[in-house]
């Protein structure tokens, strides 16, 4: 009898002990899961002329959710900066189109829910991005796509003219420390700035390297056609070419796309002090020309392509730029929190109405 009961004790206990340890081990399959569900970091490989950051090979892919269900439509947001900022929310998206649609009504049992991704990645153009898209789409397997580029295009590539001229390296800032602390004089430097940002800026003791760029502006960019675009990181043929491989790639794919210009809050006659603090030294007069001359290779390319495009840079121009950006004249492009919510807005907009037969049908 008390051989028996010690036969049952040891036998109810290993019983407890095997149960505890699945319910840990279903606990850590949920936690890990509900980790990688959010974010997933993948390797990204060089491409074209750009590589990826020199410091780390790698980007993240943000807010990815439950790869496992079927029944959600994925949309992945592909961009730099702007993009990686929250233009758009992607929760603030998914809220709207799960909760305020009809697609999900109308789409009856094909999909219950949306997940939209961020795989947004500063400082990137068009060639890096080509290159998230590849990787991110056979982890995802996204639905829909949406572009946004053009910001980045048009930055010098390397050398730039500061760099030549030993004025601007990552560790040696003596012309951009000195920007930061500038009072608008009379100096011929000043027409590559706004007014405005000029104002903001203090005096600074000057260095050999400032006194020459102040008072030798043609000379310290002597040679350069800011209309010629071999001088920028994408030359602009090229930026079209790569677009056009971009939509080639989803559609082999079978996934559709949305092509977007950036939120900018960009007028004529200004150049963002954000721009000349990396050497970027378009007058004022130009600079939106150049820009505009990127973001018209977007429109071309998405009528030529029959590609659906949401011009968020026509109409965040349209706008009163201070509402949507802090500091517009530093930097005009990445948006503050009403900017965020309204360029989401625009999203939910566009998706439940210019968008919304093509998604029904896929």
């Not at 794919?253 to 092509?259: E, G, K, T």
Request: include cysteine.
């Amino acid at each position: 009898m008390n051989t028996n009961s010690l036969i049952k004790k040891i036998l109810l206990l290993l019983i407890v002990v095997i149960y505890f340890f699945i319910i840990i081990e279903v606990i850590f399959i949920l936690f890990n899961n509900s980790e990688n569900a959010d974010t997933i970091n993948l390797e990204l490989p060089k491409y074209g002329p750009e590589s990826a950051w020199e410091e780390s090979p790698y980007f993240s892919l943000k807010d990815v959710g439950d790869l496992n269900n079927k029944k959600v439509f994925r949309i992945l947001n592909v961009g730099d900066s702007v993009v990686e900022g929250n233009c758009p929310d992607s929760s603030y998206l998914e809220e709207l189109l799960d909760e305020n649609s009809d697609l999900i009504r109308l789409m009856n049992k094909k999909i219950k829910k949306f997940d939209v991704i961020n795989a947004g990645l500063g400082g990137t153009s068009i060639y890096t991005q080509i290159s998230i898209f590849n990787i991110s789409k056979d982890v995802i397997k996204p639905d829909l796509v949406i572009l946004n580029t053009g910001w980045n295009a048009h930055w010098y590539k390397s050398p730039t003219p500061c760099q030549v001229h030993n004025c601007y390296e990552p560790d040696e800032t003596e012309f951009s420390n000195f920007l930061k602390n500038f009072t608008l004089q009379s100096c011929r430097v000043c027409n590559y700035f706004s007014n405005i940002a000029a104002d903001k800026i203090r005096m600074a003791q000057l260095e050999k390297c400032t006194q020459e760029i102040l008072n030798s502006p043609d000379k310290f960019l002597e040679g350069i056609d800011h209309y010629d675009t071999n001088i920028y990181r994408v030359e602009i043929n090229d930026f079209k070419k790569r677009l056009v491989e971009f939509i080639t790639i989803a559609r082999e794919n079978d996934i559709q796309i949305i092509l977007t210009t950036p939120p900018t809050g960009l007028i004529q006659g200004e150049a963002p002090f954000m721009s000349i603090l990396d050497c970027v030294f378009i007058d004022a007069e130009s600079y939106y020309t150049v820009h505009q001359m990127y973001m018209d290779i977007i429109r071309e390319v998405a009528i030529e392509q029959d590609i659906y495009l949401i011009d968020l840079d026509k109409t965040f121009t349209s706008m009163d730029r201070d509402e949507y950006f802090d500091d517009p004249d530093f930097d005009p492009i990445h948006v503050n929190i009403n900017g965020q919510r309204f360029c989401t807005e625009e999203f939910n907009k566009y998706l439940n109405d210019e968008y919304k037969d093509v998604i029904i049908n896929n």
